[in-house]
């Protein structure tokens, strides 16, 4: 049985028996430090593809002559910046990169644009289905449509669609979010706009009539998962636009609804049904809750990881 190094703080018993896992209160330098003491020691290495650090330390795994295998997971990766900065990110993953090294991505979009935007090898991409992270107590916590429409999070998200589309839905809209629309987009009387501290960023996720997801379509990687994934499991019905990755995680018209993308009309419309159909959006909203709970838990996400380190391949790891 492969010995598993973790950086991830994961603490559910599927993890927990099979993995070591770092101390979940170090960060910066001396995460690093820890990561790169448990190389000789481990068949396996899980990275995380979001923290520099385990990138540094996936860097030096690939110059030792037997390295372990190394997971990478959630390498949301973007070409964005100058083409300085672009070349930059080029070079890390080819710094740490080898034979020895799976990517764990968040959708089957990915699978195909992963390899060709960073130039690693086809057969070590793997669409591993990401899940929502909410804990017992959120999970049990009443939610309602009492509240206005809720968009939230910064990461490739179309405001611009979002506040042109609710201008003409009478109800409010709040978007929680620090990436402020540019100067001299107009916000509508009826949208709030604004960070939120986590607290009223629940809050408003849990009475929301609905949850509008306007994403951007790009052509290197998905988006929105997690905020998907964890409105969905509250039981909200989302209208979200159909970008890369969005439809592995939902059926439309049964568990969410779907938009095109860059759209305000179509998701004017979407906003409006909600209003005029709250028994079926009711319908959705319950539909969400029971597929998500069902198909997209953390310990079913850590079993299909654990399955994909033992090479036990399936539906989900698959190219």
């Known amino acids: 049985m492969a010995r598993i190094f973790s950086t991830y703080p994961w603490t559910r ?18 995460r690093l430090l820890g990561t790169l003491r448990a190389l000789k020691s481990y068949d396996v290495l899980v990275l995380d593809g979001f923290e520099r650090g385990d ?15 190394v997971i990478i997971l959630d390498p949301t990766w973007k070409l964005d910046g100058s083409p300085v900065a672009r070349r ?21 979009f990915e699978v195909d644009s992963f390899p060709k935007t960073w130039g690693v090898s086809a057969n070590r991409v793997v669409f591993l289905p990401w899940h929502f992270d909410l804990s017992e107590d959120e999970l049990r ?30 109800a409010r809209l709040v978007i929680a979010t620090r990436a402020i629309p540019a100067n001299g987009v107009s916000i509508p009387a009826n949208v709030t706009v604004g960070p939120e501290s986590r607290q009223q960023y629940d809050l408003l996720l849990r009475e929301a009539i609905a949850v509008v997801l306007p994403l951007e379509v790009r052509a290197d990687r998905s988006s929105g998962q ?8 509250h039981g909200k019905t989302v209208i979200v636009t159909d970008s890369p990755g969005v439809l592995d995680y939902l059926r439309p018209n049964e568990t969410a609804l779907v938009v095109s993308p860059g759209d305000p009309a ?12 709250p028994d079926e959006s009711g319908r959705i909203a319950r539909n969400a809750r029971k597929d998500v709970l069902t198909r997209f838990g953390p310990d079913l ?3 299909r990881l654990v399955d994909l380190i033992d090479g036990q391949t399936s539906q989900w790891f698959g190219t």
């Open 55 to 69: 990138l540094v330390a996936a860097a030096v795994v690939a110059r030792m002559r037997r390295p372990p295998r």
């Open 88 to 108: 930059a990110t080029r070079a890390i993953v080819s710094a740490l990169d080898g034979a020895h090294v799976t990517y764990g991505v968040l959708s089957r």
């Open 301 to 303: 996400y850590l079993q």
């Open 226 to 233: 997690g905020t998907l994934l964890n409105a969905m499991a």
């Open 13 to 30: 018993p599927t993890w927990r028996c099979r993995a070591d896992v770092l101390e979940s209160d170090l960060s910066g330098f001396r």
């Open 141 to 170: 916590t009443p939610s309602s449509t009492n509240g206005p429409f809720f968009a939230g999070g910064d990461s490739l998200r179309d405001y611009g669609t979002a506040l042109a589309a609710a201008a003409h839905v009478p």
């Open 266 to 277: 179509a998701l004017r419309a979407a906003m409006q049904w909600v209003l005029d159909h």
